[in-house]
């Protein structure tokens, strides 16, 4: 599990294909600093094992699936990406409750820049519209944050200097492509209420 609080801004050093699968090799001196062989990652937003540490830089294998259905595939070398490390049990939750199970991606639509602050509109995939609610939690590649206005096929989220400075949303042009994962509970209460 994650907070969707991103603890550093990592690069990616390679993405090399294997057939339906991949190996990522990435630099993170903070994620990097106590990682051990099993432990779980998020980039931006993709929960990953980390299968080898050397140094700063760490592996993990990316199955087909998620190459399909994240934006981890049009990763290249020298690319920024959101690192966090699994949230520990002592930990405080500074964000929301976040898995690190991608439900799909999305197109940043338009950037409108304020004072000191910025608000980002991105595309909303039909399947996830109905997880996604004005004040309501959700995750943009491993970032948690809240919703400041939904219309029929879209969102926007309102990034303070912080987040801006300190993720890869502050960077995103129009047109990128951004990894979302709607908030769990939404998807629970679903089921519950769909089964009883």
């Given amino acids: 599990m994650f907070t969707g609080i991103v603890e550093e801004l990592g690069e990616v050093v390679a993405l090399r294909a294997h057939g339906d699968s991949a190996v990522l090799t990435l630099r993170g001196k903070v994620v990097t600093g106590d990682a051990r062989h099993g432990d779980s990652i998020a980039v931006n937003g993709v929960c990953l094992t980390v299968v080898g540490v050397d140094g700063e830089t760490f592996t993990a294998d990316v199955m087909r699936e998620t190459l399909e259905h994240s934006s981890l595939g049009g990763l290249t070398a ?3 990406v959101n690192l966090e490390r699994a949230v520990r049990a002592d930990q405080r939750l500074g964000g929301h409750i976040v898995q690190g199970h991608v439900d799909g991606t999305a197109t940043v639509l ?4 304020g004072e000191r602050w910025e608000e980002v509109r991105f595309s909303l995939p039909a399947a ?8 309501g939690s959700i995750a943009i590649d ?9 219309e029929a096929e879209s969102f926007a989220v309102s990034l303070i200097p912080t987040t801006l400075e300190l993720t890869t949303l502050g960077h995103r042009a129009v047109g990128d492509l951004v990894n979302l994962e709607a908030d769990v509970i939404a998807k629970y209460v679903e089921k519950l209420v769909a089964t009883s």
């Fill in 78 to 80: 020298g690319a920024r």
């Fill in 110 to 113: 338009a950037r409108t820049p």
């Fill in 128 to 135: 996830l519209s109905r997880y996604v609610a004005y004040k």
């Fill in 142 to 150: 491993g970032v948690s944050l809240t919703v400041s206005a939904v």
